[in-house]
Each structure stands twice: as structure tokens, then as C-alpha cells.
């Protein structure tokens, strides 16, 4: 997930809430994957006070994400690891295809994420599995996914964003301040 797919997404969001004319968020991606997070050649080309904006860019989107004043839900297909796992985790819910797999790879390439997944994963899922998940990089299939509370739903490919549409508006009807509180997190163990 490059920086200028960051200012993209945050764009959308002062769209949308600068219209008035909706109820809800439903982001999804192609049709191969969700997000494999962050670009490792963009990674890598930044240091010192550029990788510090980066990693405050990743911050700043998945905290509005996660107190937008609309339910937003991520219609995840096929891979959702990294920073997009991060952006997962700031939506109020997250609806997948059976097909869908989570993780964390960057213990294996010893990175620890810093858009807010090790508070978010730690609220979700408890201390010990979060730390699992970060720690191992293993790769979560759909239905444990779905087993453990990663996610909210399956669904078929056809129906997904149906399904995260539903979703949204099942979220509509509960306060949002028990959304926010279940999703806010700064980054950090």
C-alpha cells in the first residue's frame, strides 16, 4: 500500500463526508486481493524523517478510518496481510470471501507494523493471539478468520459487497461510540 493509495483513500473520505448524502463506507479492492500492505521497494527507498511521514500517513488514515462518523466496512477478498491487515482492522467490521487469508508477514522480514494493528488485534482477538499472529507471520485462512472474530462474515465472491453493504447498515443501527471504541488503537505493543 503505497503513500499516494493512503492520500487517495483519505480523499475519498472528505468526499464522502462532505456530501451528507451517506450512510455508510464499504471499501474493497480488486479482484486478486484486498491489500498486501505496504510497497517493500517504497519501504526500503525511505529513511529518516520520510519514513517517519509514511509511517504518520499509515497512522492517520487507519485512525480516521476507525472514527469516521459512518460505518465503514472492509469487503475483503484473497490476500489482506501487512498494512492492509492494519487498514482491515480500522473499519468497524470486516466481511470476507471464504477464499481470503490474513496475517502479518513482517516479523519474517523484521518489520513490526505501525499503523495501530498491535493495539487493534490485541482488542479483537486478546494479547495472546494477537501476539501469535505478529509474532509468527502465519497466514490465517477465511474460516478461522471467521472462528477467532477477525471477521464479522463470509461470503461468496458474488455476494461480498452485498454482504458488506448489510454490514454497514447493521452497523448504522448501533452506536457509534461502541464502534469507535472497538476499533481505536495507536500503534504501538
Same mark, same amino acid.
Given at each position: 500500500?503505497?503513500?499516494?493509495?493512503?492520500?487517495?483513500?483519505?480523499?475519498?473520505?472528505?468526499?464522502?463526508?462532505?456530501?451528507?448524502? *451517506?450512510?455508510?463506507?464499504?471499501?474493497?479492492?480488486?479482484?486478486?486481493? *484486498?491489500?498486501?500492505?505496504?510497497?517493500?521497494?517504497? +519501504?526500503?527507498?525511505?529513511?529518516? $524523517?520520510?519514513?517517519?511521514?509514511?509511517?504518520?500517513?499509515?497512522?492517520?488514515?487507519?485512525?480516521? $478510518?476507525?472514527?469516521?462518523?459512518?460505518?465503514?466496512?472492509? /469487503?475483503?477478498?484473497?490476500?489482506?496481510?501487512?498494512?492492509? $491487515?492494519? %487498514?482491515? %482492522?480500522?473499519?468497524?467490521?470486516? +466481511?470476507?470471501?471464504?477464499?481470503?487469508?490474513?496475517?502479518?508477514?513482517?516479523?519474517?522480514?523484521?518489520?513490526?507494523?505501525?499503523?495501530?494493528?498491535?493495539?487493534?488485534?490485541?482488542?479483537?482477538?486478546?494479547?495472546?493471539?494477537?501476539?501469535?499472529?505478529?509474532?509468527?507471520?502465519?497466514?490465517?485462512?477465511?474460516?478461522? /478468520?471467521?472462528?477467532?472474530?477477525?471477521?464479522?462474515? %463470509?461470503?461468496?465472491?458474488?455476494? $461480498?459487497?452485498?454482504?458488506?453493504?448489510?454490514?454497514?447498515?447493521?452497523?448504522?443501527?448501533?452506536?457509534?461510540?461502541?464502534? *469507535?471504541?472497538?476499533?481505536?488503537?495507536? /500503534?504501538?505493543?
Amino acid at each position: 500500500m503505497s503513500g499516494a493509495l493512503l492520500r487517495e483513500l483519505d480523499d475519498l473520505l472528505d468526499e464522502v463526508k462532505g456530501a451528507g448524502l *451517506f450512510s455508510g463506507v464499504v471499501i474493497a479492492a480488486n479482484a486478486r486481493s *484486498f491489500a498486501t500492505g505496504a510497497e517493500i521497494e517504497e +519501504v526500503a527507498a525511505v529513511q529518516g $524523517l520520510r519514513a517517519r511521514e509514511f509511517a504518520e500517513r499509515g497512522q492517520s488514515t487507519c485512525h480516521r $478510518l476507525a472514527t469516521f462518523p459512518l460505518p465503514v466496512v472492509a /469487503a475483503i477478498r484473497g490476500y489482506c496481510l501487512g498494512g492492509g $491487515l492494519d %487498514l482491515a %482492522l480500522a473499519c468497524h467490521g470486516r +466481511v470476507a470471501t471464504y477464499d481470503a487469508s490474513f496475517g502479518h508477514p513482517g516479523a519474517a522480514l523484521g518489520l513490526v507494523t505501525g499503523w495501530g494493528s498491535t493495539q487493534r488485534l490485541s482488542r479483537l482477538l486478546g494479547k495472546a493471539t494477537a501476539l501469535q499472529m505478529l509474532l509468527t507471520a502465519e497466514r490465517i485462512p477465511a474460516t478461522q /478468520a471467521l472462528s477467532m472474530g477477525l471477521v464479522d462474515s %463470509l461470503a461468496s465472491s458474488r455476494d $461480498l459487497l452485498d454482504a458488506a453493504t448489510q454490514r454497514a447498515q447493521a452497523l448504522r443501527r448501533v452506536p457509534l461510540a461502541r464502534i *469507535f471504541h472497538r476499533g481505536f488503537g495507536r /500503534a504501538g505493543l
